[in-house]
């Protein structure tokens, strides 16, 4: 049975997988596919990801007690952004990486 530190442990690297996987797929893949991929809409949901598994991961670092109504956020934007990225297609890596966090950080919001 996980404990409640390790689940911790592991929803903060999956808080900075999702950030680094959005980041490097927006500033990257994103920009240089054009088109859809940079939609004011799924472009600014990305970035919105990206900030909100960053500071999620800074929260749980703190150990602050203020971690459940954030992982619930993030795990909301996560997967808006997930369904985003599938939607679009051609970010399966980024919609995998949304859908990991998401799942995560909904367990540990609940704990």
Do not use: K
């Not at 994103?30 to 991961?57: D, I, K, N, P, Y």
């Not at 808006?80 to 995998?96: N, T």
Request: proline share 2%.
């Amino acid at each position: 049975m996980p404990t409640m530190e390790s689940e911790t442990r592991h929803c903060i690297e999956q808080c900075l997988r999702c950030y680094r996987t959005c980041f490097e797929s927006a500033m990257t893949h994103c920009l240089e596919r054009g088109g859809e991929h940079v939609e004011t809409q799924h472009f600014r949901l990305m970035m919105a990801c990206v900030e909100m598994c960053r500071s999620s991961a800074h929260i749980l670092l703190t150990r602050s007690s203020l971690y459940r109504p954030v992982c619930r956020a993030c795990a909301e934007i996560c997967e808006q952004c997930s369904h985003s990225c599938d939607r679009i297609g051609d970010m399966q890596e980024c919609a995998d990486a949304c859908r990991s966090c998401a799942e995560s950080c909904e367990e540990l919001s609940r704990t």
